[in-house]
Nanobody, 121 residues
């Protein structure tokens, strides 16, 4: 069974930074688009950022200029560097792999268990 293991969530004050990491198996990672979604209480799951196998970058407008997604093809990991965090960034963040539809849709074959990010005002 393929797994995505996230780490790096936590509590931070507004304006602070966090770095999320996601470790995948080589089979899950290699040649696949990787990304991050988030879901806040009472809201729908939302695309945050994605990176294709050849390094193409995609972000939701609300995080552009603040978040950076990257991948390490040697280590089969993807990271999300989050700077200038805002209370509205509070959510459970999910790592995803292998898109089955448009990169911003929730059509991915593999999902992590989620990691909580809480930004206090």
């Amino acid at each position: 069974q393929e797994q995505l293991v996230e780490s790096g969530g936590g509590l931070v004050q507004a304006g602070g930074s966090l770095r999320l990491s996601c470790a995948a198996s080589r089979r899950t990672f290699s040649g696949n688009t990787m990304g991050w979604f988030r879901q806040a209480p009472g809201k729908e799951r939302e695309f945050v950022a994605g990176i294709s196998s050849n390094g193409g970058l995609y972000y939701v407008d609300s995080v552009k200029g603040r978040f950076t997604i990257s991948r390490d093809n040697a280590k089969n990991t993807v990271a999300l560097q989050m700077n200038s965090l805002k209370p509205e960034d509070t959510a459970v963040y999910y790592c995803v792999a292998k898109r089955l539809g448009p990169i911003t849709s929730a059509q991915y074959a593999y999902w992590g268990q989620g990691t909580q990010v809480t930004v206090s005002s």
